[in-house]
């Protein structure tokens, strides 16, 4: 069946170094790859998101990229700062009328001060 | 624009109870959906209307129902509940296709 596979589980850096979660995705179909940032007690947040015709995606420190002859999409966060710690979700949507997503299994991301 | 809404915000109930949680998508948003998320599952998709009707629906028991209203507003309702139905119940609305905003969520607590 549809299956997100997102690592590491756990990522633990230093303030101002980079920060980078990597997601596979098994569904050829899916053509909408968003991520989101959940903070303690909160919803996810939409951070950003990449279509399936776009290879690399920017927004100031946060960046995405996807591969889709592997299947794989990346978030990629630089010099992270200590409000950057959450959890981050990637997910997989076919689109086109569906807003089903597949979501991965999430990162703990913790930036050290 | 105030963003998705959910209440309750927390409930605690008993097995073989039912109860139901609100969702109020951001303005002008037609399509709802409902996610459930869990420590060992993660977020699972429940199931997702819009304009009234279920477009899709995820690999949930039948004891999981939900509903629309004409004002977008959606409903969520978990009959005969059990302890696994513990979890935190979100809710999330989209406008253009794709984009999914999402609530803070219910709380839900089965003992």
């Known amino acids: 069946g549809e299956n997100v596979e997102q690592h590491p589980s756990t990522l633990s850096v230093q303030e101002g170094d980079s920060a980078v979660i990597k997601c596979t995705y098994s569904?050829?179909?899916?053509?909408?790859f968003p991520w989101y940032k959940q903070e303690l007690g909160k919803g996810p947040q939409l951070i950003i998101d990449?279509?399936?015709?776009?290879g690399e995606k920017k927004d100031q420190r946060i960046a995405v990229t996807l591969n889709k002859t592997a299947k794989h999409f990346s978030l990629h966060i630089t010099e992270t700062q200590p409000e950057d710690s959450a959890v981050y979700f990637c997910?997989?949507?076919?689109?086109?009328?569906?807003?089903?997503?597949?979501f991965g299994t999430g990162t703990r991301l913790k930036v050290l001060a | 624009k105030a963003g998705v809404t959910q209440t309750p915000r927390y409930l605690i109930k008993t097995r073989g109870q039912q109860v139901t949680l609100s969702c109020s998508p951001i303005?002008?948003?037609?399509?709802v959906s409902w996610y459930q998320q869990t420590p060992g599952q993660g977020l699972q998709f429940l199931f997702e209307?819009?304009?009234?009707?279920?477009?899709n629906k995820g690999n949930f028991p039948g004891r999981f129902s939900g509903r629309q209203f004409s004002n977008s507003r959606s409903e969520m309702n978990v009959s005969t509940l059990e302890l696994g139905d513990s979890a935190l119940y979100l809710c999330?609305?989209?406008?253009?296709?794709?984009?999914?905003?999402f609530g803070p969520g219910t709380r839900l607590t089965v003992l």
């Open positions: 997910a997989a949507s076919p689109g086109s009328g569906t807003y089903k997503y597949i």
């Open positions: 303005s002008g948003h037609r399509s």
């Open positions: 569904d050829s179909a899916s053509n909408y």
């Open positions: 209307y819009f304009s009234e009707t279920q477009r």
């Open positions: 990449i279509r399936s015709n776009v």
């Open positions: 999330a609305s989209s406008l253009k296709v794709d984009t999914q905003y």
